[in-house]
């Protein structure tokens, strides 16, 4: 059974850092494309970044790029959004999405599994 658990989520002040964690059990976690996703209150589910393992290819979001890292531990097989320079309108429940064997970015529709989701709350 696929099972995606997210954490690292919480309360932080406009301009601080939170690191997500998406562990994943229940597939091979070295053939996968995996996806955080972030949904506000009244707000459609929104692509924030994703990641292939077959050759660690990432893609970010516009609104973004340049605060937001995706990475990932094959040994641990938990993939991380590392967020910087976080703004209140990053304020949402983060979730990450997996693919097993898929590559690159897919849409909010197309992902097989999700995670519970985890609130991020920036404070202006």
């Known amino acids: 059974e696929v099972q995606l658990v997210e954490s690292g989520g919480g309360l932080v002040q406009a301009g601080g850092s939170l690191r997500l964690s998406c562990a994943a059990s229940?597939?091979?976690?070295?053939?996968?494309?995996i996806g955080w996703f972030r949904q506000a209150p009244g707000k459609e589910r929104e692509g924030v970044s994703c990641?292939?393992?077959?050759?660690?290819?990432?893609y970010y979001a516009d609104s973004v790029k340049g605060r937001f890292t995706i990475s990932s531990d094959n040994a641990k097989n938990t993939v991380y959004l590392q967020m910087n320079s976080l703004k209140p309108e990053d304020t949402a429940v983060y979730y990450c999405a997996a693919q097993p064997g898929g590559y690159g970015c897919y849409s909010k529709y197309e992902y097989d599994y999700w995670g519970q989701g985890t609130q991020v709350t920036v404070s202006s």
């Open positions: 229940g597939f091979t976690f070295d053939d996968y494309a």
């Open positions: 990641i292939s393992s077959s050759d660690g290819s990432t």
